[in-house]
């Protein structure tokens, strides 16, 4: 595990004939040199960039690498900053802390990657960082060549004294016998204006992508150590039990078995080798408590349930979103108000690579040394220490690569790494702990399963008056994170985020999330509440088009009137799909979305298989408003991706249980789209110059209104049940 990075903040130093730009804690920014003294004097800096005489610049990322790109588009924006040469750019994974250096604004504060947060919330502070190594480095070029500050200036990799003609490469500088100690930070008046910009918009190749082609990149799996012993669990089949009586003789007679440990809620077989444990795991009996009160969750009844609580409008319910005074209209006006229920099931992440858990527990039982794949270093950090009884600093923790997260890779850790900790403290030895598809899908953190209850009012020009957004669900907040649940008050933005429906033009609306008690673990899921919001949303928007007598464009259109950006992303794709064009037996269907500050909409071309009546989608098309678009050909991708994530959970993906335990196993029983079912797809990024936001999920919340509506153009037929294969068989 040679090429397994172990950064701290000292270890960006190592190396010969290095320096690094540090932000220091009082403001100002300084060099680092690679010496004993400089690194003693890291301890209270925090670093971004690194460079080396050999000209080569590292530049550090804090959020994690799961198939986004983001190991590629943080490092070009403080790279544009620096006025770095990107061929000469290295990148580098940051580990932990310190959080007022590397936490994410948009997240709290920590690290932590998840919902398209990365590039929003991170810009600003990158560029500064940026700046301000560029102007340290112009700084101690201006004092060697003995000339005025003002007189420098950057080129690619280099500072330049035009009235000389002198240039010194970045290595150079950090070659040179006297640096300047302290320098003021950057401001936002020495940012580069946008006319200079070459990094930022410029289609970069990806850097994670060389190494995954070629089988080079490091994953939780992959990872070796001495005297480590591989373990695999049977995990209770219905949660909040526990094992009541053990059988284990049989699989403790196996050569090469370790041991065999009772958890909270698993068994543990350890081996010298994973095949040998999982062979083992095949000889050990378990019978479980029957008391949890999950053994009567049944999927089925959840969805009945949800749906009567979304449409009983006198249960009590906690508002997210509102404006004007939207009850009182739909009430003074029942009759002349028009209704529909939308139902969204469960589904799972099914991200390609399974869990895994690498612990090494100190011989003092009050440190260690983790790998794991997560969304979350902070998290997952805390989560060890919690464990282990001790302090997070006493976690050296390496943030793996993921293959993929869409959200299964948050809040888990708490679970996978807790049992792998606990492991290697009770045998002394590092463990590597291993689940399989099967464990992965039958303990799933599931999206919840969702009623949207919609009513509105048209005016007489059939333009809406008031909207009522009714959703019923239990709270993702509520179980995955529990603290953050006690400061919501009752408001999860991971379930009703999109319901406000900001940028219609709607004078009285009312959003709101009627609680339900869950039946499973619930999570988030690639998309968030905008998924499912959206997808409700503009299926009832076609409706409420219908029954004003207007076509579904010209209906959104005036909705839109009041957001030049929604209005130009819609009319956008309006004439990428030369809208309602479409060959004999196919319709258009059309939806507009959010996510967050990412504005988009999306055209679907489907037909109707008349053999199973399933929904075949020819076509995809998306226009997209992320703001400043740091790396087009990359946001260009995710939007593709999201595209294809959400046609596949609409299509066909549905988790169900029944007395507790989850019905599939593998793909073989939940089936994410194949390759042959993914439509053609044309994107278009607008960059609108706004702030930047993320693009990994606005390809989701587009996906499933526009199919709907394609459907119903073409058959009249409501899909209102998500996955609508199901409806349609």
């Given at each position: 595990?040679?090429?397994?990075?172990?950064?701290?903040?000292?270890g960006?130093?190592?190396?010969?004939?290095?320096?690094?730009?540090?932000l220091?804690a009082?403001g100002g920014?300084g060099?680092?040199?690679?010496?004993?003294?400089?690194a003693?004097?890291?301890?209270?800096?925090?670093?971004?960039?690194?460079?080396?005489?050999?000209?080569?610049?590292?530049?550090?990322?804090?959020?994690t690498?799961?198939?986004?790109?983001?190991?590629?588009s943080l490092?070009?924006?403080?790279?544009?900053?620096?006025d770095?040469?990107?061929?000469r750019?290295?990148?580098?994974?940051?580990n932990?802390?310190?959080l007022?250096t590397?936490?994410?604004?948009?997240?709290?504060?920590?690290?932590?990657?998840a919902g398209?947060?990365?590039?929003?919330?991170?810009?600003?502070?990158?560029r500064?960082?940026?700046?301000?190594?560029?102007r340290?480095?112009m700084?101690?070029?201006?004092?060697?060549w003995?000339?005025?500050l003002?007189?420098?200036?950057t080129?690619?990799?280099?500072?330049?004294?035009?009235?000389?003609?002198?240039r010194?490469?970045?290595?150079?500088?950090?070659?040179?016998?006297t640096?300047?100690?302290?320098?003021?930070a950057?401001?936002?008046?020495d940012l580069?204006?946008?006319?200079?910009?070459?990094?930022?918009?410029?289609?970069?190749?990806?850097?994670d992508?060389?190494?995954?082609?070629r089988g080079?990149?490091?994953?939780?799996?992959?990872v070796r150590?001495?005297?480590m012993v591989?373990?695999?669990?049977?995990?209770?089949?219905?949660?909040?039990?526990?094992?009541?009586?053990?059988d284990?003789t049989?699989?403790r007679?196996i050569p090469?078995v370790?041991?065999?440990?009772a958890?909270?809620?698993?068994?543990?077989i350890?081996?010298?080798?994973?095949?040998?444990?999982m062979?083992?795991?095949?000889?050990v009996?378990?019978?479980?408590?029957?008391?949890?009160?999950?053994?009567?969750?049944?999927?089925?009844?959840e969805l009945?349930d949800i749906?009567?609580?979304a449409e009983?409008?006198?249960?009590?319910a906690?508002?997210?979103?509102?404006?004007?005074?939207?009850?009182?209209?739909?009430?003074?006006?029942?009759a002349?108000?028009v209704?529909a229920?939308y139902i969204?099931?469960?589904v799972?992440?099914?991200?390609?690579?399974?869990?895994c858990?690498?612990?090494?527990?100190?011989?003092?039982?009050?440190?260690?040394?983790v790998?794991l794949?997560t969304q979350?270093?902070?998290l997952?950090?805390?989560?060890a220490?919690?464990?282990?009884g001790?302090?997070p600093?006493?976690i050296?923790f390496?943030?793996m690569?993921?293959?993929?997260g869409?959200?299964r890779?948050?809040?888990?850790?708490?679970?996978?790494l807790s049992d792998a900790i606990?492991?290697?403290?009770?045998?002394?030895?590092p463990?590597?702990?291993?689940?399989t598809?099967?464990?992965?899908?039958?303990n799933?953190?599931?999206?919840p399963?969702?009623?949207h209850?919609?009513?509105?009012?048209?005016?007489?020009?059939?333009?809406?008056?008031?909207?009522?957004?009714?959703?019923?669900?239990p709270?993702?907040f509520e179980?995955a994170?529990?603290?953050r649940?006690?400061?919501?008050?009752?408001?999860?933005?991971?379930?009703?985020e999109?319901?406000?429906?900001?940028?219609?033009d709607?004078?009285?609306?009312?959003?709101?999330?009627?609680?339900?008690e869950r039946?499973?673990?619930v999570?988030?899921?690639?998309?968030i509440?905008w998924?499912?919001?959206?997808y409700?949303?503009?299926?009832?928007?076609?409706?409420?088009a219908?029954?004003?007598g207007?076509?579904?464009?010209?209906f959104?259109r005036?909705l839109?009137?009041?957001?030049?950006r929604g209005?130009a992303?819609?009319?956008e794709?309006?004439?990428?799909?030369?809208?309602?064009k479409?060959?004999?037996?196919?319709a258009?269907?059309?939806?507009?979305?959010?996510?967050?500050a990412t504005?988009?909409?999306?055209?679907?071309?489907?037909?109707?298989?008349?053999?199973?009546g399933?929904?075949k989608?020819?076509?995809?098309?998306?226009?997209?408003?992320?703001?400043?678009?740091?790396?087009?050909k990359?946001?260009e991708?995710?939007?593709?991706?999201?595209i294809?994530?959400?046609?596949?959970?609409?299509?066909?993906?549905r988790?169900?249980f029944?007395?507790g335990?989850?019905?599939?196993n593998?793909f073989?029983d939940?089936e994410?789209?194949r390759?042959?079912?993914?439509?053609?797809?044309?994107?278009n990024i607008i960059?609108?110059?706004?702030?930047?936001?993320?693009a990994?999920?606005?390809?989701?919340?587009?996906t499933g209104g526009?199919?709907a509506?394609a459907?119903?153009a073409?058959t009249?037929?409501?899909?209102?049940h998500m996955?609508f294969?199901?409806?349609?068989a």
């Amino acid at each position: 595990m040679n090429d397994i990075l172990k950064p701290s903040r000292r270890g960006f130093l190592i190396g010969s004939g290095s320096l690094a730009i540090a932000l220091l804690a009082s403001g100002g920014a300084g060099i680092l040199r690679n010496s004993a003294q400089a690194a003693s004097a890291t301890q209270d800096v925090n670093a971004w960039v690194t460079i080396h005489a050999d000209d080569s610049v590292a530049i550090r990322f804090a959020s994690t690498e799961m198939g986004q790109g983001v190991m590629t588009s943080l490092p070009m924006i403080v790279a544009e900053e620096l006025d770095a040469d990107w061929s000469r750019v290295k990148v580098e994974q940051v580990n932990q802390g310190p959080l007022e250096t590397y936490g994410n604004p948009q997240t709290g504060g920590i690290l932590f990657t998840a919902g398209s947060s990365s590039i929003e919330g991170y810009y600003d502070r990158l560029r500064l960082a940026g700046a301000t190594a560029r102007r340290i480095l112009m700084q101690a070029a201006a004092s060697h060549w003995n000339v005025a500050l003002a007189e420098v200036t950057t080129g690619p990799g280099m500072v330049i004294h035009a009235p000389t003609s002198q240039r010194l490469r970045y290595g150079e500088i950090a070659s040179l016998p006297t640096l300047p100690e302290n320098v003021p930070a950057a401001t936002e008046a020495d940012l580069k204006p946008r006319s200079e910009w070459r990094i930022i918009g410029t289609d970069q190749d990806r850097r994670d992508i060389p190494g995954k082609t070629r089988g080079e990149t490091v994953y939780s799996i992959d990872v070796r150590l001495p005297g480590m012993v591989y373990a695999a669990q049977i995990l209770a089949p219905v949660e909040g039990e526990t094992p009541a009586n053990i059988d284990d003789t049989h699989a403790r007679a196996i050569p090469g078995v370790v041991d065999v440990i009772a958890l909270k809620n698993s068994v543990a077989i350890l081996a010298e080798s994973f095949e040998t444990a999982m062979a083992a795991r095949e000889q050990v009996s378990v019978s479980w408590s029957e008391t949890s009160r999950f053994r009567n969750a049944d999927s089925q009844q959840e969805l009945a349930d949800i749906r009567a609580a979304a449409e009983n409008l006198e249960r009590e319910a906690v508002t997210w979103s509102s404006r004007g005074d939207a009850t009182a209209i739909l009430a003074q006006n029942s009759a002349q108000t028009v209704s529909a229920t939308y139902i969204t099931e469960h589904v799972y992440h099914a991200q390609m690579e399974p869990l895994c858990a690498i612990a090494s527990v100190d011989e003092d039982e009050k440190g260690a040394e983790v790998w794991l794949g997560t969304q979350s270093q902070t998290l997952s950090i805390v989560a060890a220490a919690q464990t282990l009884g001790t302090t997070p600093d006493r976690i050296r923790f390496n943030a793996m690569q993921m293959g993929g997260g869409f959200g299964r890779r948050t809040f888990f850790a708490r679970d996978i790494l807790s049992d792998a900790i606990i492991l290697s403290r009770q045998i002394k030895r590092p463990v590597k702990l291993i689940w399989t598809r099967e464990d992965d899908v039958k303990n799933g953190w599931l999206r919840p399963a969702t009623a949207h209850h919609m009513t509105a009012l048209l005016d007489d020009k059939g333009d809406v008056r008031a909207f009522r957004h009714r959703v019923a669900s239990p709270s993702i907040f509520e179980f995955a994170a529990p603290q953050r649940w006690e400061n919501a008050k009752g408001r999860d933005l991971l379930v009703m985020e999109g319901t406000e429906s900001s940028d219609y033009d709607i004078p009285d609306l009312i959003a709101e999330n009627v609680l339900m008690e869950r039946q499973s673990r619930v999570s988030a899921w690639r998309g968030i509440g905008w998924g499912i919001n959206c997808y409700a949303r503009e299926c009832f928007i076609d409706e409420l088009a219908s029954a004003a007598g207007k076509d579904p464009v010209t209906f959104r259109r005036r909705l839109l009137a009041k957001s030049p950006r929604g209005l130009a992303a819609l009319n956008e794709v309006i004439r990428m799909s030369e809208f309602g064009k479409v060959p004999e037996g196919r319709a258009h269907g059309l939806a507009f979305a959010g996510y967050k500050a990412t504005i988009g909409a999306g055209v679907a071309e489907v037909s109707i298989d008349p053999e199973n009546g399933f929904v075949k989608v020819h076509k995809f098309w998306a226009a997209v408003d992320p703001g400043i678009t740091i790396h087009p050909k990359n946001c260009e991708a995710q939007v593709e991706g999201g595209i294809i994530f959400g046609l596949s959970g609409l299509m066909r993906e549905r988790i169900t249980f029944s007395n507790g335990e989850i019905d599939q196993n593998n793909f073989y029983d939940y089936e994410p789209m194949r390759i042959n079912a993914i439509p053609e797809i044309a994107v278009n990024i607008i960059d609108s110059g706004a702030a930047p936001s993320g693009a990994g999920e606005i390809g989701i919340p587009m996906t499933g209104g526009a199919v709907a509506n394609a459907v119903r153009a073409l058959t009249g037929q409501k899909l209102q049940h998500m996955p609508f294969a199901i409806e349609t068989a």
